[in-house]
């Protein structure tokens, strides 16, 4: 009888583990039906947005926008309460506002942790922008004869810049300083330069080069907009405005300009430069990109991808001999294209064709290989762009060197 109980029992714990081993083998497939619907979901939408041009948006509460402070809430009710959001290639929901002196940005796997991420960092921004508010009222009046020369404060400012930017982009600054803010308005104190002059003095910049007077626009926000919290002053910069002005697209090379770009290259091998147009032409390169370049196995270049921020690791590129290139590798010096000076490329880019300039060679190159029938996501790798595509396009194919070459076998024309 005895006996008999322990196989009953026995067959009773057999039973109730098939059962959990059978309701733990369904959840899983469950979970990996959801992932799937998940993916199709997001692509579904993407579709969507992409095709009806629509943006995605969530609105904010009444709860929320009455514990903003005015100021902040006016930039949400302009917006009519909206937060743009948008659903990354790999899944993630991203929502950002930017504004002039307000970046919030959030993400997550999905939409309510995105949701309640941007919320928390919205409120630490106007907690801290009321505290800094808060210390400029309680600060002393300030005292003009001890303000510094706009010279001497914009010189503390590009320290600060070069602690935090990459140097070729502190050059830049540093550059567009000595050359044009230092001369204009370097020998006046802070509270001596007015809206009236810089207004004056922007709008003539401007009409000889619509960009530098951008650049200066924008170097001349940050300086004021730091000397506004150091000193409790009026930034004379805040109503400066600009005309519009729409920035000039490259455009790629026609096939018969390319070739008298490359006859001459090949015809006047001793000028400097040529060497130079010719790795920009072939292999789609920035003219920052060059300084870097270094020949792998015979049958890559690669470079460092030069459009990083400070910080970030080196990211290495390689881009394959295509077929195009290797009819011209016997009229290329590349090392004396890794140190020809980029001024030296522009000028002769301009002699050659007035209307075109350097970074347009790049655009001649990925429009060719687009031409020549590459995949997109390959042409992307080369010329160091984020792809673009789906899920599965993005995130889940890694191409082989084995195939981007014989892609590259296909640039030939």
Not at 106 to 130: P, V
Not at 218 to 233: K, R, S, T
């Amino acid at each position: 009888m005895r006996h008999k109980q322990l196989n009953g029992n026995n067959l009773a714990t057999a039973e109730s583990y098939d059962k959990r081993k059978m309701l733990s083998a369904l959840y899983g497939q469950l979970s990996s039906i959801k992932k799937v619907m998940d993916v199709i979901a997001l692509n579904e939408q993407r579709e969507s947005i992409s095709e009806n041009g629509k943006k995605l948006g969530f609105k904010l509460t009444k709860e929320e926008i009455k514990a903003m402070p005015e100021i902040i809430r006016k930039i949400f009710i302009a917006n009519n309460f909206i937060v743009n959001y948008r659903i990354t290639s790999n899944g993630y929901f991203e929502a950002r506002i930017r504004r002039k002196d307000m970046y919030i940005e959030a993400s997550g796997r999905d939409f309510e942790t995105m949701r309640r991420r941007f919320m928390e960092r919205l409120s630490a921004y106007y907690k801290s922008m009321s505290a800094v508010q808060e210390k400029a009222e309680q600060a002393p009046a300030y005292d003009s004869k001890k303000l510094p020369y706009f010279c001497d404060y914009a010189e503390e400012w590009l320290k600060i810049k070069e602690q935090t930017t990459k140097p070729s982009t502190f050059k830049e600054y540093k550059r567009t300083f000595t050359a044009d803010l230092a001369p204009a308005i370097g020998k006046k104190r802070l509270d001596e330069i007015t809206r009236n002059f810089l207004q004056e003095y922007l709008l003539a910049v401007f009409k000889q080069t619509p960009r530098k007077a951008q650049k200066l626009q924008l170097m001349l926000n940050c300086v004021f907009d730091m000397a506004c919290e150091d000193f409790g002053i009026n930034s004379p910069m805040k109503r400066v405005v600009l005309p519009y002005h729409q920035s000039k697209r490259g455009n790629a090379l026609t096939l018969d300009e390319e070739t008298r770009l490359v006859n001459y290259c090949k015809t006047h091998k001793e000028v400097e430069g040529t060497d130079a147009l010719l790795v920009l032409l072939l292999f789609g390169l920035r003219k920052s990109e060059l300084a870097s370049i270094e020949v792998i196995d015979g049958k890559w270049l690669q470079c460092e991808t030069s459009k990083e921020r400070l910080g970030q690791n080196v990211v290495l590129r390689k881009i394959p001999f295509t077929a195009q290139a290797k009819k011209f590798l016997p009229y290329i010096d590349f090392d004396r294209a890794r140190i020809t000076n980029l001024n030296t490329i522009s000028t002769r880019m301009k002699r050659l064709f007035p209307e075109h300039h350097p970074h347009e060679l790049r655009h001649t190159f990925i429009s060719r290989c687009k031409e020549c029938g590459v995949a997109s996501e390959v042409v992307s790798i080369w010329a160091g762009h984020s792809s673009s595509g789906t899920i599965t396009s993005t995130v889940y194919t890694h191409y082989s060197e084995e195939f981007q070459l014989k892609e590259a076998e296909k640039v030939l024309y």
